[in-house]
Nanobody, 120 residues
Framework: HVQLVESGGASVQAGGSLRLSCSSSTYTIGPYCVGWFRQAPGKKREGVAAISTGSGNTYYADSVKGRFTISRDNAKNTLYLQMNSLKPEDTAMYYC??????????????WGRGTQVTVS
């Protein structure tokens, strides 16, 4: 059973920053494309950012470009999402996922349980 665990979610004011982390004690993320996704109440889950293995190419949703930065530390088996200039519309449950492709949620087969980000 693959377990990804997110942390770092919180309630912040607009304009603030947060850094989300995702790690696993049972799953090595190094060989896989990993990403961050979010889902607000009543909305579909959407891709926020992803980072490939190897070249480390990054992909961002247009809505977060220039504000969010995804990174990975394979030595620590941890994925990060630095979120700056947060907006109320960034409010959502944020999930990390592994083993997929780009920003398409249905391609990912391993998911965490999420961490809540609330921007007011």
């Amino acid at each position: 059973h693959v377990q990804l665990v997110e942390s770092g979610g919180a309630s912040v004011q607009a304009g603030g920053s947060l850094r989300l982390s995702c790690s696993s004690s049972t799953y090595t993320i190094g060989p896989y494309c990993v990403g961050w996704f979010r889902q607000a109440p009543g909305k579909k889950r959407e891709g926020v950012a992803a980072i490939s293995t190897g070249s480390g190419n990054t992909y961002y949703a247009d809505s977060v470009k220039g504000r969010f930065t995804i990174s990975r530390d394979n030595a620590k088996n941890t994925l990060y999402l630095q979120m700056n200039s947060l907006k109320p519309e960034d409010t959502a449950m944020y999930y990390c996922a592994a083993g997929g492709s780009g920003l398409t949620p249905r391609t990912y087969n391993s998911w965490g349980r999420g961490t809540q980000v609330t921007v007011s």
